[in-house]
C-alpha cells in the first residue's frame, strides 16, 4: 500500500468526501446589507430611503419599482411600497473622517465595517454592529443605544417630537421585521377606516345642509305684512290682443321702448323735423 519512497497515505487523501457547502462570511453580509440598496444592490447614495420594514433604498431604486414593478429582480422585498408616501427620506450623520477611496496599493487591507454614517448621540458606527433606529415623523437616524441612555419624547437630532410607534429598526432581525409588518398593517387598517370615517361624516353634512336650505325656501313663513309680498311680486300684466282694430304698440306693455321708437305713433316720431324713415321721400322732404 505505499508510495513511491515509502510514504504510506491516509484515508481522507484517497476517499473522496462529500464538500461542505460553502458559508458566506456574516461578517460580509452585514457590510452588504448596510451599504447596498435592498432593491438594486447597488451602493447606497443619498438619497436614501426606508420602508416600514426597516430596508434601505436608494430613491432613484424606489420610483424605478414604482414606474416598472414586474421587470425589477427583487421586487418581493418590497411589494408593500405602494406609493413614495410609504417611505420616508432619512436624515444620515455622515462621519468626518470616512475615507471612501480604493487602497492605490494591491493587497492592502480593507476595513468592511467602516461606515460613512454614525450615530449624532453616541458616535456609533452604522455598519450591523449597533442597532440603528429612524423616527418616520421626521426621518432622523440613530442608535438604539443613544435611545435607551437618553429617553425622551423628542428627537435627539431635530428636537421634534415623536410617539413611541414611529421608531423603526433599520435592517431588523426576522422576529423585529415580523412585529413591524404587524404594526403596519394596524396602521393602515386604521387609516382605511379613519378615511372612510371621513367621507360619511361630509356626506352627512351635505345632507343636511341641503335640507335645511330647504327648510328655509319652504317651511320657514316670512315676517313681511301681505301689502309688502304683494309689492315686492312681479307683476303680470293681462296680455294684449294684437288682432284687435284698436291695438297700438305704443300702448302695448309687453313691448320694448327700443321697439317702440320704430313705428310713427312714438312720442320721438312726433317730434322729428323731418319724416318718417319709412314715409321719407328726398324729392319732397
Not at 96 to 121: A, L, R, T, W
Request: charged content about 30%; hydrophobic content about 30%.
Amino acid at each position: 500500500m505505499g508510495c513511491d519512497g515509502g510514504t504510506i497515505p491516509k484515508r481522507d487523501e484517497l476517499v473522496r468526501t462529500k464538500r461542505k457547502r460553502e458559508r458566506a462570511d456574516r461578517s460580509v453580509q452585514l457590510a452588504a446589507k448596510w451599504r447596498s440598496c435592498a432593491i438594486s444592490t447597488a451602493k447606497l447614495v443619498e438619497p436614501v430611503v426606508s420602508c416600514e420594514l426597516g430596508r434601505l433604498y436608494n430613491k432613484d431604486a424606489v420610483i424605478e419599482y414604482l414606474l416598472d414593478r414586474e421587470s425589477t429582480p427583487n421586487g418581493s422585498l418590497c411589494a408593500h411600497i405602494r406609493s413614495l408616501k410609504d417611505v420616508v427620506t432619512l436624515r444620515l450623520t455622515v462621519k468626518s473622517d470616512f475615507n471612501d477611496k480604493k487602497p492605490e496599493i494591491d493587497g492592502q487591507y480593507i476595513d468592511e465595517h467602516d461606515s460613512m454614517y454614525v450615530c449624532p448621540v453616541v458616535g456609533v458606527e452604522m455598519n450591523g454592529k449597533y442597532k440603528f433606529c429612524y423616527i418616520r415623523s421626521c426621518g432622523c437616524v440613530v442608535s438604539e443605544r443613544a435611545l435607551k441612555e437618553v429617553k425622551s419624547d423628542v428627537c435627539h437630532k431635530c428636537n421634534k417630537e415623536y410617539a413611541a410607534e414611529d421608531v423603526i429598526v433599520i435592517n431588523g432581525s426576522d422576529e423585529e421585521v415580523k412585529e413591524l409588518e404587524n404594526r403596519m398593517n394596524e396602521r393602515r387598517l386604521k387609516a382605511k377606516e379613519s378615511k372612510k370615517s371621513s367621507r360619511k361624516r361630509k356626506a352627512t353634512e351635505v345632507e343636511a345642509t341641503d335640507g335645511s336650505q330647504q327648510t328655509t325656501a319652504t317651511d320657514i313663513p316670512s315676517t313681511s305684512s301681505a301689502s309688502t309680498a304683494s309689492a315686492s311680486a312681479p307683476k303680470t300684466s293681462k296680455p294684449v290682443d294684437k288682432s284687435s282694430k284698436d291695438y297700438s304698440v305704443a300702448k302695448d306693455p309687453m313691448v320694448s321702448e327700443t321697439y317702440k321708437s320704430l313705428f310713427t305713433s312714438h312720442k320721438s316720431a312726433k317730434n322729428r323735423p323731418t319724416a318718417h324713415w319709412v314715409t321719407f321721400n328726398p324729392c319732397y322732404n
